[in-house]
C-alpha cells in the first residue's frame, strides 16, 4: 500500500519500518525541520520519500497521523481534503506534561479528529509504545502487547489491523469509533504506570479472552 504518514517522530518512524519490511510505499510528512524528516525517512527506508502533507495525502491509499494532539488541526489543515480517505489516528490526547487528557469519555480524541477531517474514513488504532516498537523484541514477557482499533467503517478498520498486525501486535477491535473514549483514558493509565510509577517504557496491555 501506499502509506503517507503525517509525522517524522517515534511514532511514525516505529511503525514505519516494519511497514517498509512488508513492501509498502512511504511517505513522511509535518516535521518543523526539513533535514529532521529527511533523516527520519531514510533511517526507516532509503527508498522511503517525504514532503508536505498535502504531498503525502496525495501519494497515499492511507494517512497515517501521528503527531501531538495539539498539533492536530495545524496538520490537517495542512492535509488538505480528507473526503473519502483513509484517515489511521495514532493520536492520543494527551496534555503535553503527561497530567492527563485533553478530552475524555464523553468524547475522543478519535471523534474530534473525525470532527477536523469530514468524510474521512477515520480508524484510531493507537500503537504500543515507541520503546517497544523500537526495540529489538516486541514481546514482553513472551506476550504480545494488545492493541485496540476503534472504527465505524468496517473495511478501514481491518486495513488499519492488518497495518498494525504487521508491527508485531495482537488487535482487538474495540468497536466503533465512539469506543476511543474508553481506549484512550486506558493508554493515559499506560502512560502514567510507565513514566510515574516506574515501570518504564516497555509496558503493554493484554487482552485476556477465552479462545474462539
Ligand atoms: N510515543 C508513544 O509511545 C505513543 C504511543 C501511542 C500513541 N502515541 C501518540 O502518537 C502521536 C505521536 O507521538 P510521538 O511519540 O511519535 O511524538 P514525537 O516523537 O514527538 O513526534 C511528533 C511528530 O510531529 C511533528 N510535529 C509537527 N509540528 C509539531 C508541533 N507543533 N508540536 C509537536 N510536534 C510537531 C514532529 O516534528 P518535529 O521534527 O518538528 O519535532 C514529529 O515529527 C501522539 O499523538 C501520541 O499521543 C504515542
Not at 495545524?74 to 503527561?98: E, I, M, Q, R
Not at 508491527?167 to 482487538?172: A, G, K, P, T, Y
Amino acid at each position: 500500500m501506499k502509506i503517507g504518514i503525517i509525522g517524522a517522530g517515534n511514532i511514525a518512524t516505529g511503525l514505519g519500518k516494519f511497514w517498509a519490511k512488508h513492501g509498502h510505499e512511504l511517505f513522511f510528512s509535518y516535521s518543523r525541520d526539513a533535514e529532521k524528516l529527511k533523516k527520519a525517512a531514510n533511517s526507516v527506508d532509503p527508498s522511503a520519500r517525504f514532503g508536505t502533507p498535502a504531498e503525502a495525502t496525495a501519494f497515499a491509499d492511507v494517512i497515517v497521523l501521528a503527531v501531538p494532539y495539539n498539533a492536530v488541526p495545524d496538520a490537517l489543515s495542512a492535509a488538505g481534503v480528507l473526503n473519502g480517505k483513509l484517515l489511521f489516528s495514532c493520536v492520543n490526547p494527551l496534555k503535553p506534561d503527561y497530567s492527563g487528557l485533553f478530552v475524555g469519555t464523553n468524547t475522543s480524541g478519535a471523534e474530534e479528529i473525525a470532527k477536523l477531517a469530514p468524510g474521512a474514513k477515520v480508524v484510531e488504532g493507537l500503537p504500543a509504545f515507541a520503546e517497544v516498537l523500537h526495540s529489538d523484541v516486541r514481546q514482553i514477557a513472551g506476550q504480545q502487547v494488545t492493541v485496540f482499533v476503534s472504527g465505524d467503517d468496517s473495511e478501514a478498520k481491518q486495513i488499519v489491523t492488518r497495518l498494525l498486525v504487521e508491527c508485531e501486535l495482537e488487535v482487538i477491535d474495540a468497536g466503533p469509533l465512539w469506543t476511543a473514549r474508553y481506549v484512550e483514558p486506558s493508554m493515559m493509565l499506560l502512560v502514567n504506570l510507565a513514566y510515574s510509577q516506574g515501570f518504564g517504557g516497555r509496558v503493554g496491555f493484554k487482552f485476556l479472552k477465552e479462545k474462539t
